[in-house]
């Protein structure tokens, strides 16, 4: 099923993000606060990312290390602080139905 659903977000023809200075000095910003540890990069370069890109909405399985209110609270607060907008983090749970609901 996830598969499925990964499938057909590709055959709607999304916009790829690369990675730039912008988000470097970002993912920089993070580190300096601590909010995670450095060997998860690439958990901090997503929160950049999907945050430079201003999306809607960032959904994600991690609750390790990003689907923690802290840890929200943390990059949102160095998001602001840097003139960038909240970020809305959530579980693939929160943002799909199943069924009738």
């Known amino acids: 099923m996830i598969r499925d659903k990964f499938t057909e977000l590709f055959e709607i023809n999304p916009a790829l993000l ?5 988000v470097l000095t970002l993912v920089n910003f993070y580190q300096q606060r601590q909010i995670l ?10 929160i950049a990312l999907a ?7 960032l959904v ?5 290390h990003i689907l923690r209110f802290d840890k929200m609270r943390a990059f949102n607060a160095v998001n602001l602080e840097n003139g960038y907008h909240l970020l809305e983090i959530h ?3 929160e943002v799909t139905h199943y069924g009738n609901d």
């Open 51 to 57: 945050t430079i890109a201003q999306v809607n909405m």
């Open 37 to 46: 540890s450095p060997k998860h990069q690439n958990d901090m370069r997503h």
């Open 18 to 22: 690369t990675i730039n200075q912008e």
């Open 91 to 93: 579980s693939p749970r």
């Open 60 to 64: 994600s399985w991690n609750f390790k």
